[in-house]
């Protein structure tokens, strides 16, 4: 199983970022995928999921700046988020969804993003 993060950088307050996954060694098609972020000092916390039919959940800290979507063809999913906040600073890591969006079997080394004026 391999999940390779991209996308990741700095941006001001109210900025944009497109984090890109790309997941092989398994069936990603009948998979549900999931964004989690860690922050400084701060445990695993869930952001948004993605059933292998295309139902999209989103953490209510999220909910209406970010978009998750999948491409089954690419074995990619996309994290696009918008009016981002200082409070989204984190490591942004790609996860296996073991059953439950906030469980994962696996995920990848994480992009970092900075949200800093």
């Known amino acids: 199983v391999q999940l390779v993060e991209s996308g990741g950088g700095l941006v001001q307050p109210g900025g944009s970022l497109r984090l890109s996954c790309a997941a092989s060694?398994?069936?990603?098609?009948?998979?549900?995928m999931s964004w989690a972020r860690r922050a400084p000092g701060k445990g695993f916390e869930w952001v948004s999921g993605i059933y292998s039919d295309g139902r999209t959940y989103y953490d209510d800290s999220v909910k209406g700046r970010f978009t998750i979507s999948r491409d089954n063809i690419k074995n990619t999913v996309t994290l696009q988020m918008n009016s981002l906040k200082p409070e989204d600073t984190a490591v942004y890591h790609c996860?296996?969804?073991?059953?439950?969006?906030?469980?994962?079997?696996?995920w990848g080394q994480g992009t970092q993003v900075t949200v800093s004026s």
């Open positions: 060694g398994f069936t990603f098609s009948t998979s549900a």
């Open positions: 996860a296996i969804a073991a059953g439950n969006l906030d469980e994962y079997d696996y």
